[in-house]
């Protein structure tokens, strides 16, 4: 089993910036998947950014441009810089590792105020 906690969440003006950080312990192995997810009330969890052990990124259309999502294999943490935030990004952001088994953060709060 993995466990992830998460990082970095809170309150933030139109325009600003956050960064997540997610710290990744126990059965690591690899290859694996490593990425940010979001959920707001009454909605799908959505992905946001995914980052392979190899270094492949992937990011939702939505967050383009704005989003950047690293890690660091070698202390198993993953972050996601994001920059010109919108209200629409107002959700719980959920860290996910993808490996033999999937496993989910606790979630953290990100609300942008317009």
């Known amino acids: 089993q993995v466990q992830l906690v998460e990082s970095g969440g809170g309150l933030v003006q139109a325009g600003g910036s956050l960064r997540l950080s997610c710290a990744a312990s126990g059965s690591i192995f690899s290859p694996n998947i490593m990425g940010w997810y979001r959920q707001a009330p009454g909605k799908q969890r959505e992905m946001v950014a995914v980052?392979?052990?190899?270094?492949?990124?992937n990011y939702a259309d939505s967050v383009k441009g704005r989003f950047t999502i690293s890690r660091d294999n070698a202390k198993n943490t993953v972050s996601l810089q994001m920059n010109s935030l919108k209200p629409e990004d107002t959700h719980v952001y959920y860290c996910?590792?993808?490996?033999?088994?999937?496993?989910w953060g606790q979630g953290t709060q990100v609300t942008v105020s317009s």
């Open positions: 996910n590792y993808r490996g033999v088994r999937i496993s």
């Open positions: 980052i392979s052990s190899g270094g492949t990124t």
